[in-house]
């Protein structure tokens, strides 16, 4: 998780311009991950139609639990996408 902060931008443009999904892990769990737009949409539709998938649903037995959403503090103002323009420079690039 640190090293992904401190390159945070490098692994966006990694994701953005080859697919290539990255997780982000602390002392080597698997915490989240980047992925495609296209990957997410994947995902969204696969989750839709699996109700075992959605956040609250049962979880088959021998799966890890998925960690519990937080609680609401209140309504909050809807959040604009987020825009991000950013460029891939492979490891080694230079202008």
Known sequence: ???ARAEFAD?????????????LTRRGKVMAA?????????LEAIRAQR???QVGGTVPPGQPSRPAERPSRGPAAPS????????????????
Do not use: C, H, Q, W
């Open 1 to 3: 998780m640190t090293e």
């Open 11 to 23: 692994l966006v443009n990694r994701v953005a311009y080859t697919g290539e999904p990255v997780k």
């Open 34 to 42: 980047l992925v495609s737009p296209e990957d997410l949409e994947l």
């Open 51 to 53: 109700p075992d998938l």
């Open 80 to 95: 604009p996408p987020m825009r991000i323009a950013a460029e891939y420079r492979p490891p080694g690039f230079s202008r």
